[in-house]
């Protein structure tokens, strides 16, 4: 990581907010500021990734930045290309209100709405609480293990079911491009 922008860098920061400053609607830029070999938490890193962030949130004005802090190590890079995937989705308010309307008809927990090649989270209604707040980064890993594994048996997932005493999930096909999660407290429902 180095300790100043580079010349390149900051080139590639200006050029794109001269494209940008004529467009009417709103925009934002993400940058990801990813570390290999050094902790997240590491003072040195907190203290470059802070400058960088200054850095980069001058260089950009007048245009809105976000920055992420993130490692191969844990969820932080997930969690970041979820918030951009978000972002870039179309109405994601109508979405997410669909998905409350259709969580509440089948009195679903949560909902959630999946891109399928990568697991990442488009949008999600949460009708109950959960301890588990990296419940999605474990939920993608694991289901792309699942997958990994069914496409070295040459086969295809296109959906799961798992059931105990204290909830049903159900994994499917909702559109060309995503997966629809739900999940229930009470198992003994069928879908």
């Known amino acids: 990581l180095p300790l100043k922008c580079s010349r390149s860098n900051i080139s590639r920061v200006q050029a794109v907010r001269k494209l940008l400053r004529f467009k009417e609607s709103p925009i934002s830029i993400s940058r990801n500021c990813h570390v290999v070999d050094v902790s997240k938490t590491s003072v040195v890193y907190i203290q470059v990734f802070g400058e ?46 669909s998905l409350e309307k259709f969580g509440a008809i089948i009195d679903a927990d949560e909902v959630l709405l999946f891109e399928k090649a990568t697991f990442l989270v488009i949008s999600h209604c949460q009708r109950k609480a959960h301890k588990d707040v990296h419940r999605f980064e474990k939920l993608s890993n694991f289901i792309k293990q699942f997958k990994l594994s069914c496409s070295k048996l040459g086969t295809h997932f296109s959906s799961m079911e798992i059931l105990n005493s204290n909830f049903a999930a159900y994994i499917d096909d909702f559109t060309a491009n995503t997966y629809v999660l739900v999940v229930l407290s009470d198992s003994s429902v069928c879908m």
């Open 52 to 97: 960088r962030q200054d850095d980069l949130t001058k260089l950009s004005k007048p245009l809105e930045i976000t920055c992420f802090r993130t490692s191969i190590w844990d969820e932080t890079l997930y969690k970041a290309w979820s918030s951009i995937v978000y972002k870039l989705v179309p109405n994601v308010q109508q979405l997410e209100a």
